[in-house]
């Protein structure tokens, strides 16, 4: 399937790619793939964890659940498809898993890409609105209404996405690697190959720019700038401004490096040098963007009081059916072991210490 027929065409990058000796560098490679089994597997756990939690145990539906467990679900499809990127990195920057999983994955992760992005700017509306419009917030806000709008942005994202999937596939090179790439040569004549090229490498890097980073990322400043502004007044301002410079902060440290390199992935269809610079920062730029689905579970999840207590009792209603009453965990014959949860804080439940009690019959 990956073969290279004599009449088969190519866009002049991918033409170079093919021809040009990739990255040997095994230090930089073996840093980026311990770096992704890290995230890979920290993101499954977290991810799964908010997913069981706010799917499965919070026993009332809020528009704020809606939000995290849809973001959850994505960022989950994202990290599952990191061991594929891994195992990429692993084999030297050789594809050897085949033209369809090329696809899924390439799809999964601007999928993830975009409808993160939506959610992200979703939920820093909808605050807004709950600060500047609470009457009208309160009298249009439902649940029902958050997954409408979840629906539209996942079918908004696997829009958007589709570019990627018809125009991905695995390409040999002269040095009997295998590319997973795009290419934009598909699909296209030879009178119109290099209009064609250039309009969908550009199309593609722009509008994924624009629409995944650039506008997401005017809308998150603006809405939690507004709303710092509404609070002025409060005593709990501070923490606000700790909370929104995170969240901004993450957002565009995990995205940038990536959309800056997609942009001088561009231009190294004129410029051969460039090329030696995309496949060194690419891959490493690429792993900074997968790490925005280990790092949203903890700045919209764990960072809220009510959402961490709901998952300790979640956890500890697991041990509470692994014995007979609740608070003992161990009992041998004489002696029995008994654990209290205290709170470090009157007004932070979540905040506490666990105590052991060994007591003799």
């Known amino acids: 399937m990956t073969n290279v027929s004599e009449d088969q065409v190519f866009c002049p990058q991918l033409e170079m790619m093919r021809r040009h000796e990739l990255n040997n560098n095994t230090q930089v490679n073996l840093t980026v793939v311990c770096i992704h089994g890290l995230v890979s597997g920290l993101g499954i756990l977290e991810n799964a964890l908010i997913i069981w939690v706010v799917g499965f145990r919070l026993r009332q539906r809020t528009v704020a659940s809606i939000w995290v467990l849809n ?145 997401p990322l005017a809308v998150i400043a603006g809405s939690y700038i507004k709303i710092g502004l509404s609070l002025r007044s409060r005593n709990r301002r501070r923490n606000f401004t700790k909370m929104v410079t995170s969240v901004i902060t993450a957002f565009a440290l995990s995205w940038a490096p990536y959309h800056i390199f997609c942009m001088i992935e561009v231009a190294a269809q004129y410029n051969m040098e460039y090329l030696k610079l995309v496949e060194v920062g690419l891959p490493l730029a690429t792993t900074l963007a997968f790490l925005n689905p280990l790092l949203n579970p903890i700045l919209y999840v764990f960072s809220c009081p009510r959402f961490c207590v709901r998952i300790r009792q979640s956890l500890g209603a697991v041990f509470d059916g692994l014995v007979e009453e609740r608070g003992v965990l161990l009992m041998t014959p004489g002696k029995s072991l008994i654990i209290f949860y205290l709170p470090l804080h009157r007004r932070m439940s979540n905040l506490g210490v666990f105590v052991w009690l060994r007591r003799n019959s």
């Open 71 to 215: 973001l959850a679900l994505s960022d989950f499809l994202a990290t599952l498809t990191l061991p594929l990127f891994t195992l990429y990195l692993n084999f030297r920057h050789s594809w050897e898993l085949g033209n369809p999983l090329c696809k899924v994955q390439t799809f999964i992760f601007f999928f993830n890409m975009f409808v993160s992005a939506f959610l992200l700017a979703a939920i820093s509306l909808d605050r807004l609105l709950l600060v500047t419009k609470p009457v009208w917030s309160q009298n249009h806000r439902s649940v029902a209404g958050a997954w409408k709008v979840c629906i539209l942005g996942w079918l908004w994202a696997a829009a958007n996405a589709l570019p990627y999937f018809v125009f991905r596939s695995v390409t040999e090179t002269k040095h009997k690697r295998k590319l997973c790439y795009h290419n934009f040569a598909m699909y296209s004549s030879h009178a119109t190959l290099e209009r064609d090229c250039n309009m969908r490498q550009w199309t593609t890097a722009i509008s994924k720019l624009l629409l995944a980073f650039i506008l």
